[in-house]
Nanobody, 120 residues
């Protein structure tokens, strides 16, 4: 089981920045991909950014050029640097870890979520 602990959410004015952190309970080299999702009230959870074990990144179109996903392997920690925040970025942000077993069964793990609120 992979435990994920998130931190860094808060209230910020439009144009400001926040950095989210997600600490994993095991070496993230054992995880195939990690990412950030977000969910606004009444909306479906959507992918924000993902980084594979090999370092390949993918971003939602709405955050390209503003958000950066990265990791610190020594600290087993995933980050999301969020710049130029907009009110529409307001949501609960969730850390995700995906891992394949040796039989290629996908296991998905989620953090508890952290609230990001951007005021206009």
């Amino acid at each position: 089981q992979v435990q994920l602990v998130e931190s860094g959410g808060g209230l910020v004015q439009a144009g400001g920045s926040l950095r989210l952190s997600c600490e994993a309970s095991e070496n993230i080299f054992n995880i195939n991909a990690m990412g950030w999702y977000r969910q606004a009230p009444g909306k479906q959870r959507e992918l924000v950014a993902v980084i594979t074990r090999g370092g390949t990144t993918t971003y939602a179109d709405s955050v390209k050029g503003r958000f950066t996903v990265s990791r610190d392997n020594a600290k087993n920690t995933l980050y999301l640097q969020m710049n130029s925040l907009k009110p529409e970025d307001t949501a609960v942000y969730y850390c995700n870890a995906d891992r394949f077993t040796i039989t290629t069964t996908l296991q998905r793990y989620w953090g508890q979520g952290t609230q990001v609120t951007v005021s206009s």
